[in-house]
């Protein structure tokens, strides 16, 4: 609905000046205009002149006096009451005189009313039911929309977020695709904004191809100078090896995608007590997060031999599809028909919705994989690498994580969306000077994002100022009511300072936004352990599993629980499992050698042991738990030794909560527990 289309010279004066963002002088002509000749197109013009100027109130007033009947209306006032949470209005106003209940009814009555606009008013109406927690209708309701407008990425994400595994290819066809008239006067602006994008077909799968403009202004930015910070120690902003987009994919490929250990698993690590063992009492900081082994000062040098065999070895995970594109092909991109630009966008939407839903299923490396086989343009964009991000912080790779946070965060500084992670991941590996830059960049760029104050909340937590914390994701819920992680950041502060009713709370107040959210469903559990209701405990963190099966942590944590019900053997396939999928998971390693114990097989628990040393050296817990095994075994000249060692790494003897717990759940039935 452009202003070239608009036949009166005042309405097209009202859409001029939205489209070039004067929404006051439009306001103010399109309120002069219905006062005038109150009509439906004139009320359509003022409520959406209200609605882009962020006056959504006024414009659900306006709307709900009018009581009109035109499908653009409609959808308006559906649209605020979606921004304003009156869901049950927004659901009436779009579903209308149907009286049939059935969703097959809804979706053709919707569909007969609404026509072209069917697709986005069951998009909002799939989000009013979602928002209602009627998920089954939401879902629906979202595959119907994509089904008439595939150009609905968010339909498609919801679905995916929700759990489910529709294949992209289904919906995203150009046979799917309505006609939309072009706002712009030039005719050719539709093919220049995909002439970038081209499609290979060799064995009938999908390959995409850059395009490299000829613009030499991304080419300064390419070769300037990376933004730096003057701490020296800095390991995220000082200058590393591999911080630009192709770098990054080549770092990703060589160490990541190609059977190459991953950095939690080779990297040596801190205290066990770092990972979130259901032993920790709240002597440690934030219990129930998950982590993997922390960085020891060794950290910095093996990233920077890392970047410098990434720069060595060169791009190999990218196809050749990529590198092979002919002068002919380049010619004839402007030649390229709307069907061909549209095949084109299509099947991109495809790669990149096979790629997010391997991600929303926590099959990380395969998501990686994917977006690593995206053309350089779309790969090095904000969205795509937050992405890969998030798939590094579901691998508990957290450095890697952070690493590309921060190239999102150096080339788009206003953007707080899709970092939600960063200042978590900033959290574990103990940043604090990175962690409290962050936050003030981020309140800088945007006060009114809940990502802001969680990672502000994530500052004052990491400095174990958690009252402070509190207040500041408590702000972030209010920001966003709907944010899930928000509400499970404030449940692990709760859960360190012994609240668990208002960390219970929290949690579940989270699962009733995302029942996928198994952060959540992994705090529930960890505070029914504390209070070793077992069963209850064990049945969280399975749910927990069943959404992210390839979390060794949260294994590890269930297997714990076993061993406290005394069910060892069964705690010892779980730990199998999960060193299967992590072979050098400490947490993993260290429960596997205690419920060894549990079963007397001292030898095979002493060999976990000795590979656990390896990873992690300076650990107390490991030589305590070998003192235990050799006092069990008679040999006492080596269980003092290694008390003497575990005594040595922990004078102040922070670790002593711990040993209790192990002393309380890892022993035999029939052997009693011993005063260390």
Known sequence: MGCCKEKDPAKAAVWHALNYYAFEDASFLAERLFLESKGCETLYLLATCYYRQERVSEAYDLLKKSHSTTPKCRLLFAQCC??????????????GTCTDTSLQSIESSVT?????ISGICLSVLATIYRRCHRLEHAVFFYRSSLKRNPYLWSSYAQLCQAGEKDNPDDYFKSTN??????????????????NDINVVSGTGEKIYQAYTPKSTFGQVLAHSTPISSNNGNNQLSSPVHHNTPDQIRDHISNHFLEGGESEACTTPGAALRKQGDPFSSSKVRRSSRLMTSGRNTKSKENDRKAGNKAQRTGPSILSEAFKKSSAKDKSNLSKRSPNMIINSIMSLFAHIGHAYQSLCQYECKKALQLFNKLPKNHYSSGWVLSQCARAFYEMTEYTQAARLYQSVHQNESSRCSNLTYYSTAL????????????????????????????????CFSLQKEHETAIKFFERSVLVDPEFAYGYTLLGHEYSFIDEYDDAMNCYRHAVRIDPRHYNAWYGIGQIYFKQEKHELALCHFRKAQSINH????????????????????EALKVLTK?????????????????????LEKCDSALEELDELESITPTESLIYFLKAKIHRKMGNSHLAMMHFSWAMDLDPQGSNNHIKEAIDKHYQPDDLSVENT
Not at 112 to 116: D, I, K, L, V
Not at 177 to 194: D, K
């Open 82 to 95: 979606l921004k304003l949470n009156r869901l049950y209005e927004g659901e009436q106003i779009l579903v």
């Open 578 to 598: 999960a060193l299967e999928v992590h072979p050098k998971h400490p947490l993993c390693k260290f429960h596997k050698a205690s419920t060894l114990l549990c």
């Open 427 to 458: 959290w574990y590996t103990q940043r604090e000077i990175e962690l409290s830059s962050l936050a003030h960049e981020m309140l800088e760029a945007n006060k009114n994002s809940p990502e802001t104050w969680c990672a502000v909340g994530n």
């Open 550 to 569: 390839s979390n060794a942590a949260i294994m590890a944590h269930v297997a714990v629980v076993l061993n406290a019900m005394k069910k060892h053997k």
């Open 177 to 194: 695709c309505p006609s939309f008239v072009s706002v712009s006067s030039s005719p050719g602006a539709l093919s220049e904004i995909t």
């Open 112 to 116: 007969a009313e609404f026509q072209e």
